[in-house]
């Protein structure tokens, strides 16, 4: 069977492997924008920590025999800490002076961290094993589909609609919407908004290390995997514009899915086809799909 | 009053001086040799600091010194970017008075330093390269290609894939210098022993993630999975393949590994494969020996690159030794007119296009019940002698071998 | 963000400035290689560039290495394959280049502040991919080989001492250049942008327009860095056009001093010179001494060394 001339096997294949891409995308803009929401802060070094989660895994098993389910709970708090140690110290000072100092900032820990681990760890990538319980493929007809990467798409839409729910149906997700909004006068109803602003940080780092223990036993562990996928990144953040939690989701996901078919029919533009999307919605749309600011 | 102008170009200049290792050298009273591979990257493991160390071992074995001028060994790692390397390169020959470089992996930058090298007249050894491209379209008066290249491998493994019932293959190539080459290469055996190409799909080097190419080449229907990339690359294209049941529909054709790969991805996930090789620890006796000692040193059996850097250091420090000059074009005559017999190759001798013709063997990898100790991997499935393994005269398009 | 005395140079600036300038006329001959002086240089031009648009307009283009690897293929090509002299093929990489930044500029300006940087980035590594698919560019191996020829068709540049005195005209006349703009009206009212944007759009200015224009000369002049930087070096590759070297020069223009004329010059050796001289020491602590500069610029040392310099000046003459 064939769909533009293409086996639908092939077809089905791609659009498959671009939703797990899709649902990484999905998990790392929704942090970036949940942070940028919050602290007026580009978060470069998202994609860091997304690496530093995977090499939690990494190390967690290879060192310590800490096994993937613990480590699923146990890398976001470790990098979730180092989050609020960032903010802590370095972000705090920013706040007040032109944003493009945070992306400086953040850009300068993202060198460090991947210069640090390049030098622990080198170049060419650890493997990460698939988790027992998750190994095997289920033959579906039109591919072999490794059970773990269904698990991955499963886990971080739970995820991400887990974190829409928190931020727009729930009280905390009130407080932290209108610390946004208006933080003088949120901090005078009693609500300690540094705090706040540093759990959140912790939190979106939280989210990244996350994304990165789920990305370990799919691609190589390398020091250099979160800086190639934050810039995709931040191209999905300006298609969707950054103001709507469910906006980042939609996009994140529409956009691995169209990568996954441009695999199909134009193999070489799969690279660059989310950049093209992103200037198209400029012309049309400066402020991005679902974008809320003028 | 300080002037702040003044004091900024005060900085100008100490920031220049940080930045140039002292006054051009002359080479006078120390024979340097250069090495620039892949020391951090996908290929550190084939070759990488374990091929310095070869080279140290060769530079002990001529006891550190020639005709009372001190030998010397310089590292540099290219990180598979072929500007760092002719940069690197450029520099060492202009200021530090190097007298050979050898060429660690990565095709790419082969190309780029031996362009270097011809233009500085100064000898470049290729060993962990494997473009042939390195004696044929682009060779120079200066470029020696020293353990493999790309039509070996072809004709190895390429033939011995098709006489065993591969007809139709696809390619998994990697996108640079080499992947293409290789590719090239192996088509044209396939071609020419009746087999057919389906398609292909290149792969960025060092992927992260194979599952797409992956896909496509198993819509091919293809029998037959030519990897055309090596070391890191190889070996998540075979975990993936596994992973994804490839394996089940294709048969895996592994153009370019090394036993640091088989090692990796253990026997039983390789038995069986076919692979071609320019040397083996355990092929003789001599081998052995030196594989023994760089164990010791390295606590890993030695690759045929690692084996190869070793021997062209040695070669070139004889030539150099027994001209009593580190002129270029001296030695070189020299290394052209004498036959290569050391632990790497037996009746190996330079020809016009600087290839260095030795015998390459094809090699099967053993099943775990055939393998009698650590790192015994291979049987010898047959010996490509001499000339047979490589470009012929009628083939090559090198200006220098007509 | 700047202080205003960055743009009139006093005299004694202009006597630093004559040092400098002396300093680097006499370099080959006192022993610094020719070949590290004219990349450092090339470097030191894409700087004062990024600088025009940082400093001097108050934008952010996160993604500028993009118009750097372009005319550096461009020309590249146009040399080695297309037959071009070096002169020539300097030009149409320049030219090239500054229409690639009409392009990428006039999607970017429709969003501001930090969006301008992301959307800046995203397309830069758009024009990288492209670079990478394309055949002329050789993709991974790069685009090698390209002669130094002879400039206007009669002096071979091949020597180095030669070459290098040719670069470093070029890189004085670029320096006077955009000494030039920023002292123009023109320069007027990219300042006036940088310092309040509404109102500069409430007197009645086409704000858009002066951005673009600033965009476009930005981008062109650090694509004739990447043509210099082809001719010097002999090859163009994916390297001149990757992110790392975007970020790289946001670097050199911030430690040597955004909005200043020297900053980026001294930022640029800076930085060219730390690689060089730790790159083989240290391996791959160079990112992380890099991002440690980064931070500390941008926690505690905004104004960079000339900035720092002039700062200090200033409490000096009011105390």
Same mark, same amino acid.
């Given at each position: ?294 | ?10 900085? &100008? ?20 040799? #250069? ?5 951090? #990257? ?55 008075? &190097? ?65 065993? %019932? %591969? ?26 022993? #009746? ?19 992956? &896909? ?38 592994? &153009? ?67 001209? %009593? ?28 296009? #600087? ?48 | ?118 959307? /800046? ?97 930005? /981008? ?32 050199? /223009? ?15 050796? /800076? ?49």
């Amino acid at each position: 069977m064939e769909i533009f001339g293409i086996p639908i096997q092939a077809f089905l294949g791609q659009l498959l492997l671009g939703l797990v891409n899709g649902s990484f995308y999905a998990m790392l803009s929704l942090g970036l924008a949940v942070i940028f929401g919050l602290l007026g802060i580009v978060n470069f070094a998202h994609g860091a920590l997304y690496m530093i989660g995977a090499y939690v895994a990494f190390v967690a098993l290879d060192s310590f025999g800490i096994n993937y389910w613990f480590v699923l709970v146990l890398a976001p708090i470790v990098v979730g800490a180092l989050g609020v140690v960032i903010e802590r110290t370095l972000l705090k000072h920013l706040y007040k002076i032109d944003p493009i100092y945070g992306l400086l900032l953040t850009f300068g820990l993202a060198l460090i961290a991947e210069g640090m681990f390049r030098e622990k760890f080198g170049v060419s990538g650890q493997q990460y094993p698939v988790p027992e319980l998750l190994q095997g493929a289920t033959n579906l007809g039109f591919m072999v589909l490794p059970n773990y990467r269904a698990w991955v798409v499963v886990a971080s839409l739970t995820v991400c609609l887990g974190t829409w729910f928190l931020i727009e149906r729930t009280r905390l997700g009130a407080y932290l919407r209108a610390g946004t909004e208006n933080p003088a006068l949120v901090q005078a109803f009693g609500i300690n908004v540094p705090v706040m602003v540093m759990l959140t940080y912790g939190a979106g780092a939280g989210l990244a290390a996350l994304a990165g223990v789920l990305a370990a036993p799919v691609i190589q562990i390398t020091p250099l995997m979160g800086s190639n996928l934050i810039i995709v990144v931040f191209a999905v953040v300006v298609i969707g514009g950054m103001g709507s939690i469910l906006g980042s989701i939609i996009t994140g996901v529409a956009l691995g899915l169209i990568e996954g078919l441009t695999k199909v029919f134009y193999p070489e533009a799969s690279s660059i086809v989310v950049f093209v999307i992103m200037a198209i919605v400029l012309m049309i749309r400066p402020a991005g799909l679902f974008g809320k600011e003028a | 009053m300080k002037l702040s102008k003044i004091s900024s170009a005060c900085a &100008l200049a100490v920031a220049s001086l940080l930045g140039t290792s002292a006054q051009a050298q002359i080479s006078g009273d120390v024979i340097r040799i #250069g090495f620039i591979t892949d020391m951090s #990257g996908l290929y550190a493991d084939i070759d990488g600091p374990a091929g310095a160390e070869a080279i140290k071992m060769a530079i002990a074995d001529m006891g550190g010194a020639i005709n009372g001028k001190k030998i010397e060994v310089l590292v540099a790692d290219h990180q598979n970017k072929a500007d760092v390397a002719a940069a690197k390169a450029r520099e060492w020959f202009d200021t530090q008075g &190097l007298d050979m470089l050898i060429g660690g992996t990565n095709s790419g930058t082969a190309l780029a330093m031996a362009k270097v090298a011809a233009e500085k007249k100064k000898p470049f050894l290729v060993v962990g390269a494997a473009t042939s491209a390195l004696t044929n379209d682009q060779c120079t008066p200066y470029t020696v290609h020293w353990a493999y290249d790309t039509v070996a491998l072809a004709k190895g493994t390429g033939n011995a894939v098709v006489k065993s %019932g %591969g007809k139709s293959w696809y390619f998994l190539t990697a996108d640079y210098a080499f992947g293409a080459q290789l590719q090239n290469d192996t088509s044209t055996i396939v071609k020419a022993a #009746g087999g057919t190409i389906v398609g292909s799909v290149k792969h960025p080097l060092s992927a992260s993630d194979f599952s797409s190419f992956l &896909l496509q080449a198993q819509s091919s229907k293809a029998q037959i999975l030519g990897l055309a990339n090596a070391g890191g690359d190889t070996i998540n294209s075979i975990k993936a393949a596994n992973e994804f049941g490839i394996t089940k529909t294709m048969k895996l054709a592994g &153009l370019l590994m090394f036993i640091n790969d088989i090692h990796s991805l253990g026997l039983k996930a390789t038995q069986g494969m076919y692979l071609t090789d320019s040397w083996y620890w355990n092929r003789d006796a001599d081998a052995r020996g030196w594989s023994r000692k760089f164990f010791e040193k390295v606590k890993r059996m030695p690759s045929s690159i690692q084996a190869g850097d070793y021997s062209a250091a040695l070669n070139y420090l004889n030539a150099v030794k027994a001209t %009593g000059s580190d002129d270029a074009d001296k030695v070189l005559a020299q290394m052209k007119k004498t036959k290569i017999n050391d632990i790497f190759a037996k009746g190996g001798y330079i020809r016009e296009d #600087g290839r260095m013709v030795h015998d390459m063997y094809l090699m099967q990898v053993k099943t775990p019940a055939e393998s009698t100790e650590p790192w015994d991997y291979y049987k010898v499935a047959e010996t490509f002698k001499g000339d047979s393994a490589w470009t012929s005269k009628a083939e090559s398009k090198c200006a220098l071998w007509k | 963000m700047m202080s205003g005395n960055a743009n009139d140079i006093s005299r004694r600036g202009r006597i630093g400035l004559l040092i400098g300038l002396a300093l680097l006329l006499i370099a080959p001959f006192i022993g610094l290689y020719p070949v590290f002086m004219m990349k450092a240089l090339c470097y030191a031009i894409f700087a004062c560039a990024f600088n025009l648009l940082l400093g001097y307009t108050g934008l952010l283009s996160f993604g500028h290495a993009a118009y750097l690897g372009a005319a550096a293929y461009a020309t590249g090509w146009l040399v080695r394959s297309g037959g071009l002299t070096p002169e020539l093929g300097v030009l149409a990489g320049t030219v090239i280049a500054a229409l690639c930044g009409l392009a990428v500029g006039l999607i970017a300006i429709r969003r501001q502040g930090i969006y301008f940087a992301m959307v /800046t980035l995203a397309m830069a590594q758009m024009i990288y991919f492209v670079f990478l698919q394309a055949p002329f560019t050789g993709g991974e191996d790069g685009l090698q080989g390209v002669p130094r020829g002879k400039l206007f068709g009669l002096i071979p540049l091949a020597d180095d001492r030669l070459l290098y005195y040719v670069v470093l005209a070029v890189f004085v006349a670029v320096f006077l250049f955009i000494i030039r703009i920023v002292h123009s009206p023109y320069g007027q009212v990219l300042k006036a942008i940088r310092e309040n944007e509404p109102r500069a759009v409430s007197l009645g200015y086409d704000v858009d327009r002066y951005k673009l224009l600033a965009f476009v000369l930005s /981008t062109g002049i650090a694509g004739l860095a990447g043509s210099m930087k082809t001719l010097v070096l002999g090859f163009a590759t994916l390297s001149d056009a990757h992110w790392s070297l975007s970020g790289e020069v946001v670097l050199m /223009t911030l430690l040597g001093g955004m909005g200043t004329f020297a900053g980026p010059v001294i930022g640029a050796f /800076t930085i060219i010179g730390l690689q060089n001289f730790l790159a083989d020491q240290v391996g791959s602590w160079i990112n992380v001494i890099i991002g440690v500069i980064f931070v500390v610029c941008v926690v505690a040392f905004r104004r960079g060394f000339v900035g720092e310099l002039l700062a200090w000046q200033q409490r000096r003459n009011k105390g």
